[in-house]
């Protein structure tokens, strides 16, 4: 393998690359390449729909994941094969942009290289079934588009149905109809109109996670949750009609910048100085109190003598708060974060109706409630164990980018495999008007389409191909919302199942899967060199003669 790259020069070899190198060309690269992607999409091939399994994930110090989420399982999971790890690229993506959809996409590209490879076996050449695929693409996402309908914000009830859709399957099953109301009411709050359209930050709703309780505890909090205790104990733990100041100031005597000595010679003096620092202390204290608030969040720290003070005004203080809930708590309470003390107003400050601490958990947290009017809320996630609040944690997120997702295209489609067939059948009809080899490619991105029905009737214990049939039957004749309900194992409408699905979820999955199997599929040739043989010049078998050492 390593004199694969050579050169022929009056019969003498010459050699371009390194000893040691390993480099696959032409069938064997595209074989190998396309074997790694499959093997991707069939680890998590097996949790699509609400009848998937989960995967339990154990990392070499014995930490645990048990999850149904395909992103979360192919991240933890340790991949080597360059073209494997491409696979979860396109997971993360359809993570970032959707927040949901993450196994369909990975199934859906290890499915179209599958039949990729069967066309190769025909000597069709990559850039054709590349070609094809583009075009089948492209045309997916016209009929995508088609058989979308509208959705706005008033249509809580179909908003509550891509949160259940997003979450069936998961370990939340129970709780799913409570979970999704708090996830609705969530993205409800934060969201805000710009011109016609809707804007959503999914990063103005924070998941704050805490075990004991059961997924029924989990509840929306219109504000947020601080992970801090009240600093001092004779501070109120409860003030109603809070009036919040946010400082991102310390409230202690700084030391001095530049190296200075102080004398003190008597001990009058070192009183006077004491005195000095309290007094400092005492009028920043002033400051705050002055500008009539009763709640202070402050991003650094709160001396003791300074804590004393606030106490005894009667100001609930937390200190050392994160940036990041700072931000979010300006956003919640309609406060200014106020770096300079001399800056602070009574206009400045935030509202809320109740800021309590309370012990959750057997750890105390800080919970500013009824915000007037928030652009930013947190969802207190409950489960009875760690693991257990991890994946409703997940499940929660994914139902948050759904329900967002879906309100800022504005359009959703059926679920249950439903699109995928409607796209697969018009796609076989488009394909005929292309000539030979471009058709076959169309064809083969149409029949890919389908193993996404296909995998919900199989994790649903159904017959795949009798399932198929059924579907194809239902859609030839029109009924273009049909879907397979894994539940009764019939095919039959999925709108009025209420498995309701954001139209972005689709059209990404199909992007991100199309292009990752076209870029995989112009491989054809993987050449990669072997660190050792760079490093010392020894010979491929690690040590010189060939013995490892370490082994």
């Not at 490619?441 to 029905?453: G, N």
Request: glycine letters at 8%; a negative charge.
């Amino acid at each position: 393998m390593a004199n694969a790259m050579m050169g022929n020069l009056g019969g003498q070899p010459i050699l371009i690359l390194p000893e040691g190198t390993l480099r696959q060309m032409g069938k064997d690269a595209q074989r190998n390449n396309i074997a790694a992607a499959k093997g991707v999409a069939d680890a998590v091939k097996t949790t699509l729909g609400p009848k998937g399994m989960d995967k339990m994930l154990v990392d070499s110090i014995g930490d645990i994941v048990i999850t149904n989420d395909g992103v979360t399982i192919l991240e933890e999971m340790e991949i080597e094969h360059p073209v494997a790890k491409m696979m979860v690229e396109v997971a993360k993506t359809q993570n970032e942009e959707v927040g949901d959809g993450t196994t369909t996409s990975v199934v859906l590209a290890g499915e179209l290289l599958k039949k990729a490879e069967e066309l190769l076996e025909q000597d069709i050449h990559p850039t054709v079934i590349t070609r094809g695929f583009k075009i089948g693409k492209d045309e997916a996402l016209k009929i995508l588009e088609e058989i979308a309908r509208p959705i706005s914000l008033g249509d809580t009830d179909t908003l509550k149905m891509i949160a259940l859709t997003s979450m069936s399957g998961k370990s939340v099953e129970r709780a799913s109809p409570h979970l999704a109301d708090v996830v609705v009411s969530a993205v409800k709050e934060v969201a805000r109109m710009e011109g016609s359209k809707i804007v959503i930050d999914t990063d103005d709703i924070k998941r704050e996670k805490k075990h004991g309780g059961s997924a029924e505890d989990t509840e929306l909090i219109k504000g947020i949750v601080v992970d801090k205790e009240v600093v001092h104990p004779s501070m109120p733990k409860k003030i109603d009609d809070a009036k919040i100041a946010l400082l991102d100031v310390a409230l202690e005597v700084k030391e001095t910048e530049t190296d200075a000595e102080i004398r003190i010679t008597s001990p009058e003096q070192m009183q006077a100085f004491l005195e000095t620092e309290q007094k400092m202390l005492k009028d920043m204290v002033e400051k705050v109190v002055a500008s009539g608030a009763n709640v202070l969040m402050c991003q650094k720290g709160i001396d003791d003598v300074a804590q004393h003070y606030l106490a005894k005004k009667g100001i609930l203080a937390t200190r050392r708060v994160k940036k990041s809930d700072m931000e979010l708590l300006a956003k919640a309470t309609g406060g200014k974060i106020i770096s300079n003390l001399d800056d602070l107003q009574s206009n400045d400050l935030g509202f809320a109706k109740l800021v309590e601490e309370k012990k959750i958990g057997g750890e105390a947290m800080t919970f500013i409630r009824e915000a007037k009017n928030p652009k930013a809320v947190t969802i207190l996630v409950r489960g009875s164990t760690e693991h257990v609040v991890d994946e409703i944690d997940r499940s929660v997120e994914d139902a948050v980018g759904a329900v967002s997702s879906a309100l800022e295209i504005g359009k959703i489609v059926a679920g249950a495999g439903s699109p995928e067939e409607e796209v697969a059948m018009r796609l076989r009809k488009i394909a005929e008007k292309y000539s030979g080899r471009e058709q076959l490619a169309i064809k083969a991105f149409a029949e890919a389409l389908e193993v996404i029905p296909r995998t919900l009737a199989e994790n649903g214990g159904l017959d795949p191909i009798d399932t198929l049939v059924e579907m194809r039957v239902a859609h030839d004749q029109g009924k273009i919302t049909w879907g397979i309900n894994v539940f009764s194992g019939k095919v039959d409408d999925a709108l009025a199942d209420g498995v309701v699905e954001p139209l972005k979820v689709k059209t990404q999955a199909i992007k991100s899967a199309a292009e990752a199997a076209e870029m995989i599929l112009r491989i054809d040739d993987v050449i990669s060199a072997n660190k050792l043989s760079r490093g010392g010049g020894m010979p491929p078998g690690g040590m010189p003669g060939g013995e490892d050492m370490g082994e």
